[in-house]
């Protein structure tokens, strides 16, 4: 791709530029040069847009659910033979090493067929009007899921591809049509996998793609009366924002989080620094399912954070095309948010038991070590490769200080004592506790969630083919 290459995007049916032939310049966040650009949509023609997908979602619920599967299956087959090109885009874009962001393709696929399989074991129900006290047996309710209509699926950029898919794919398969926002440093990324869906025969109007500026285009979207649902990921204020926006329609959040790995003195050490680093550093941090402070008791820090080390500093840190762990952060901003959190918690105390190196966007993965209550990293969300060590008297104040962050969404404990750790488990607020294993999304066909400023609905594949639909009910009297 040339830098002055503008990647068209669908709307009204069609692949087109801005009618303003103005565009949004998507840079390299690891090379810091341009490699592309797509159209800034106004208003009116997304407008104009989301009217066409509306009308085409009717003629698109009328299919049959066999005939949306085939189409669905194509896509992930062509997703599959494209997983070298895409996957590159996604590098190129938010700097995710290479191997991260081809399987991010081929797990997309392997998610896409799935759904196609689960939406058709999706049956309705028939009642019986004499299943409650007083009915009539004469009369029998045959309960079946309609469609909501259009659906507004905002994806994030740490996932530009499976995240939007995530969205996109339970939408369609349910007979909805879709406007897709993608993230705009993602956004090449999300329209090359539309195009491989374009090509396995979805109807071109089924779906917007909304290019542009969110100062322009965000609240207009959110507010828009043909959106039917919303489904975001990214952060808890975006999030907040648009439950405030959203009216009378359904919405679901997956936002931030601060995910503790709370360590009990009889952990296997070994497997929990070795779970630790792999849930804290992956893809530098920018996860919201990343280990986000580690709560241990006293008496085995020291040994734990000596682990933890020792793991961190064989971490590669570099470039994305050279398959390293850790590698540029998606721009400055981002940069310096991390760093201010590092640089707040050792004016206050924290020792830095290795990292605090920076190279522009590059931040050398960080482990600090003492960190106490006062320090922002204690619970502000870093999304980037920096973890703080927190030490605890007992698991009483482990399970306090976990519970008293804003955020909730997963948890890992670590113990020998399954039983005691289920205890802790089901004290914890949040949506996933992992016992003596990383946090992390999935199997995607798990339920995902979050509570308290980390989301609202639930995701997962059944969860999310049940998000799109609404019970419609028709009662025959005999």
Not at 379 to 408: K, T
Not at 439 to 468: N, W, Y
Request: glycine share 8%; with cysteine; proline share 4%.
């Amino acid at each position: 791709m040339t830098s002055n290459q503008t990647v068209k995007t669908l709307i009204q049916g069609e692949w087109n530029i801005s009618s303003s032939h103005k565009t949004v310049d998507i840079y390299s966040p690891h090379k810091n040069e341009l490699i592309g650009q797509v159209p800034s949509l106004s208003q009116e023609e997304l407008d104009a847009s989301i009217q066409s997908t509306v009308e085409a979602q009717v003629a698109w619920e009328s299919k049959s659910i066999q005939d949306r599967g085939d189409i669905l299956k194509k896509w992930a087959d062509i997703l599959e033979e494209r997983k070298e090109d895409i996957g590159h885009a996604i590098m190129n874009e938010v700097a995710k090493k290479k191997s991260s962001a081809v399987s991010e393709v081929t797990r997309t696929a392997d998610y896409i067929r799935y759904t196609v399989e689960e939406a058709f074991r999706l049956d309705g129900d028939v009642k019986r009007g004499d299943g409650f006290k007083g009915g009539s047996p004469q009369k029998i309710g045959m309960v079946e899921k309609a469609p909501l209509g259009t659906i507004l699926a905002i994806g994030p950029f740490n996932y530009p591809v499976n995240l939007s898919a995530s969205k996109i794919a339970p939408a369609l398969m349910q007979g909805n049509s879709v406007i897709f926002k993608p993230a705009t440093q993602g956004a090449i990324s999300g329209i090359k996998m539309v195009e491989a869906l374009i090509d396995a025969g979805l109807p071109k109007e089924l779906m917007t793609i909304a290019t542009g500026r969110g100062s322009v285009i965000g609240d207009f979207l959110v507010q828009h009366p043909s959106v039917d649902m919303i489904t975001f990921t990214g952060g808890t204020g975006t999030g907040r924002h648009i439950s405030e926006l959203s009216s009378m329609i359904p919405v679901v959040l997956e936002l931030g989080g601060k995910d503790p790995a709370i360590v009990l003195e009889d952990a296997d050490l070994d497997k929990a620094a070795k779970e630790i680093v792999q849930g804290a550093y992956s893809y530098s941090g920018q996860r919201c399912t990343a280990i986000k402070r580690v709560l241990v008791k006293d008496e085995i820090a020291d040994e734990l954070a000596s682990k933890i080390q020792t793991q961190v500093d064989e971490l590669s840190v570099g470039m994305p095309e050279d398959n390293a762990t850790i590698t540029p952060l998606i721009n400055q901003k981002s940069a310096d948010a991390v760093q201010n959190l590092i640089d707040d918690a050792k004016e206050k105390g924290a020792t830095v038991v290795t990292g605090d190196k920076r190279e522009d966007n590059l931040l050398y993965p960080t482990l600090l070590d003492r960190v106490t209550s006062d320090m922002n990293v204690a619970w502000e969300e870093p999304f980037g490769p920096v973890l703080p060590i927190i030490r605890v008297s007992d698991q009483e104040e482990a399970i306090r200080l976990a519970n008293e962050s804003e955020y909730g969404l997963q948890a890992s404990v670590f113990s020998k004592d399954t039983e005691r750790a289920i205890s802790i488990a089901n004290r914890l607020e949040v949506g996933s506790v992992q016992l003596n294993a990383k946090t992390e999304r999935g199997p995607d066909h798990f339920p995902f969630l979050g509570v308290k400023a980390s989301g609202l609905g639930v995701q997962g594949i059944q969860e999310s083919l049940l998000s799109v639909v609404r019970d419609k009910v028709t009662i025959i009297n005999m």
